[in-house]
């Protein structure tokens, strides 16, 4: 019980720093990236992040990187894909030699850098940002 509760504080902590951070990323772009990876300690963009392929789940998108690494992205870090057929998902173009995802019927567009760092969509309202923080 006490191991729960100790979990959801650390829940809602995260969650109130994500906020944060998309907060600040959306006044410091570029500054933002920097500090990101310096706070975390290691470099996870040691080699530029170039995407290889796409695999989606129900709830999951799977970006393989051309350096072999797989990452895993919940949908629900964008609405648009989240709320998109399965057959939508994967029509999907990956643009500028890897550095980018677009899907051009439900247009959406990611960055394969901004998903290692931890950024999600920057068109979320602020009151759906709001309850992510909460």
């Given amino acids: 019980m006490l191991r729960n509760q100790a979990f959801l504080r650390l829940l809602r902590l995260l969650r109130l720093l994500r906020y ?6 959306q006044a ?6 920097e500090l990101i990876k310096k706070v975390n300690g290691m470099n996870i963009l040691a080699h530029k992040p170039l995407a290889k392929t796409l ?4 709830n999951m ?11 895993g992205v919940p949908l629900a870090y964008f609405p648009r894909l989240l709320n998109a057929t399965l057959e939508q998902c994967q029509s999907y ?6 550095s980018g995802l677009h ?5 959406e ?24 923080a909460a």
């Fill in 55 to 58: 695999e989606f789940d129900s």
């Fill in 28 to 33: 410091y772009p570029k500054l933002s990236k």
């Fill in 20 to 25: 944060f951070l998309h907060q600040y990323n």
């Fill in 103 to 107: 899907w051009d019927e439900i247009d």
């Fill in 109 to 132: 567009d990611i960055n394969v850098e901004n998903l290692l760092i931890g950024i999600s969509d920057r068109t979320l309202s602020y009151s759906h940002s709001e309850r992510l």
């Fill in 61 to 71: 998108m799977w970006v393989e990187l051309i350096d072999g690494r797989k990452l």
């Fill in 93 to 98: 173009e990956i643009s500028g030699g890897g």
